[in-house]
């Protein structure tokens, strides 16, 4: 039987060991940590993560997407919260489009439990990579607990340990030629949980995502089942008025945000108390090249972790899954083919995954509330609806379909420049009626074939 | 007796250990290596290095500035070897200025032996460098021989272990918020001695840096004591009409010389046979950020090594040791206030030292043949002639100056466009006359604060 080896049972690793099951392989997980299956997790640890196109797709090309879907909020827009507490919503696509909210504690679990129903796949838990020989296919481990080293041998080595990878650390880089970057952004984060009302019930709308934009930083909300919010601040370290270095206490939280986000802090004028619940934590976009060599593929955040802004993160890991296995069948599973078309192909829509998450960030915490940014918005969307087929806009590229991210990034900016011109040169405002703009959008399309 | 710890002993770790004698520290230094002054060295295995003002200054303020001048040749200008045959000759700077070829191995033993004149100092050979435990300065080693594991505490440690620093990747690369890059550029090098003529003689012009530019690659040459030259081939590992793939055998590479360096084929007609005694090699710029930690600094290429295209590699990491030491003084060896300042004022030389380095691989390989580029060196030579303590060409300011790497980079892109401009506007060619130059010279200089 053919034998692969898994190293991290995340999201992508355990996804992956059901494709490999589904494909014939005898495929052994090693994780560094122990089964979280086991441990008590509350609600308050659990991030959430948004589950878009690519995802579902990937998860239904294994049948477990329905499964999956019990456990995902569909979000439909964004609310904007601004400073005066007024609030406004943008849709994301069109009626009935959405990116879901799950657990990732939960998705994680889930993922888990159904690789293992398959008798050949085993998750060895406490098993931490320490090297890879990545031309014999050999992985080198130390169990956590017992201290006790072993190794693995297989046909074939799959690195899904996450941004930090042991293996692509230990293996790959002193590589000859490897290209490798590790760059922090200057913002952090830190999470908060808003609990459901006494009666379970939600204290914010549920179906959506909240933002409080403000600029240079930003506060994110998305439902939890249990009527909660998993609440988000991204904000600089150091360096700005508002910034993480200057909370140094209870008293300076509170009144950040009683100042900032008045709104929120009527909902939760506790806050402060529960400031020191989840840890500070810093956001990196990590590249390198190749992400394959020997025997070994980097896949996920070991080739390509990003920050969390276009929600991408998980798609696009799971999306490394389907590519992969659809170059496994065109190849008719010679690795060495296998491998050198993944990455040639996947590399780029690596790095543009990575600079759409940069760019989002700027959306997310600034545009979302600039009134230019809102009505070039709301052309796009009339576009998009008046030709469907023909036009979408870049968040729908990004989440509604599976055109590559290189693509979309480009086709977005190329768009969006041809859209901000369309509107200066015609005058374009909020109170342009809806038939005009009609009209001159048409002429545009017809004129205008880049922007189909 | 302060302790320090020096990890490497190569050129930054053995004079850096004679500027911490001199302040009194007991120095230890561990070296992975065995030690080279025991091996027979071949001219052969030697590579060359330009030492500059940088260089020169940092060993003067230790007093064995002299001592090393002994083995070294200064090379005036640059010898430019075209595809015809002929020849031409581009002056460094002002008449007397030269950068000067030392070969490595004898500089660097030099440095080793004359560090070991302190009786406090201390070179243990064949310990690697496993882990730092940076916040309490200790050094865990392992011996390559008999595989012994220690550990050595000290005051404060620095490592100068190269690009691929074993202290940089055990000790700083997982630190939170640590930037790091390491980038190969798509061509590699080759060494070739050009043996000297059986009579002892140089087979070209001794004190000068000979060049054959051909576009996308190069090949150098450097002189050596004995009347051979270490000479280099720079060019693509792949893709190109010319590049290391396509000289697959001996054949390959007899007709590649005798295609594109003919006058150099004349002179070694047997360079084929040569081809296989130095290794293929790759080249890298390596970036990150903070440079310390707690008590360990990086130092040299451990820091910021670059591709050796601008001849700094060595004369920025003397540098190091200068501005270290100066601020040594300034802090009164406080070293949090020492490394704090150090990392703030080197990091933006590092990053421009390796900008510099890759801009002038374009001069080096290209440029110097173009005629629009030499006549804009023959202006700049002439400002300079006439205003010699108002204006600085690049190549100056990086060679014959203490000028910051980052303000030469940023002034010399500046002056090379107002060049640039200047010849456009002027309609200067290679016939305008001398007089009628110079005249237009002090026009633009009186006028032109942004040159001065």
Request: net charge negative; aromatic share 12%.
């Amino acid at each position: 039987m053919k034998q692969a080896t898994i190293i991290g049972s995340g999201l992508v690793g355990s996804l992956w060991a059901l494709y490999l099951a589904k494909a014939g392989y005898k495929v052994q997980i090693f994780e560094k940590r122990a089964d979280m299956r086991l441990m008590q997790m509350s609600a308050g640890k659990s991030i959430n993560l948004a589950t878009s196109y690519r995802g579902w797709k990937a998860l239904d090309e294994v049948g477990i997407g329905d499964e999956i879907r019990k456990i995902a909020i569909p979000m439909y827009g964004r609310t904007i919260h601004q400073l005066d507490s007024t609030k406004a919503y943008q849709p994301y696509g069109n009626i009935g489009q959405a990116i879901f909210s799950v657990s990732r504690g939960e998705i994680n679990a889930k993922l888990m439990s159904i690789a293992e129903t398959n008798l050949d796949t085993k998750i060895h838990f406490n098993e931490e990579c320490v090297n890879v020989d990545l031309e014999n296919g050999i992985t080198f481990l130390k169990n956590t607990q017992t201290g006790v080293l072993s190794e693995c041998k297989s046909d074939v080595v799959f690195a899904t340990d996450g941004a930090f990878s042991a293996a692509r650390y230990a293996g790959m880089q002193r590589l000859d030629k490897f290209n490798f970057s590790q760059n922090y952004i200057p913002d952090g984060y830190r999470e908060i949980l808003l609990p459901a009302n006494a009666d379970g019930t939600y204290k914010l709308e549920k179906e959506t995502l909240h933002i409080w934009p403000r600029g240079r930083f930003m506060l994110i909300a998305l439902p939890n089942f249990d009527g909660s919010f998993t609440c988000t601040l991204f904000m600089p370290f150091e360096g700005h008025e508002f910034c993480f270095n200057e909370l140094k206490n209870k008293e300076d939280v509170q009144s950040f945000f009683k100042i900032v986000f008045p709104d929120f802090y009527k909902l939760m004028p506790n806050v402060a108390d529960s400031w020191e619940n989840h840890p500070l934590s810093s956001l990196a976009i990590i590249r390198c090249f190749p992400w394959t060599h020997g025997k070994l593929a980097l896949m996920g955040d070991a080739a390509h972790a990003t920050v969390p802004f276009f929600g991408q993160g998980m798609n696009c890991g799971f999306e490394d899954c389907s590519v992969l296995f659809s170059l496994m069948r065109k190849h008719h599973e010679n690795w060495s083919e296998i491998f050198k078309e993944f990455e040639k192909i996947r590399k780029p829509n690596g790095d543009a995954v990575q600079d759409l998450s940069l760019q989002n960030y700027i959306v997310m915490r600034d545009k979302v509330s600039d009134p230019a940014y809102q009505l070039q918005q709301k052309i796009e969307r009339r576009i998009s609806e008046l030709f469907p087929n023909q036009y979408f806009p870049l968040y729908g590229m990004v989440s509604f379909t599976d055109i590559e991210y290189k693509v979309a990034l480009e086709k977005g900016n190329e768009q969006s420049e041809i859209i901000a011109d369309f509107i200066k040169t015609h005058s374009i405002s909020e109170s342009t009626p809806l038939e005009e703009i009609d009209k001159l959008i048409h002429h545009l399309f017809d004129k205008s074939p880049a922007i189909k």
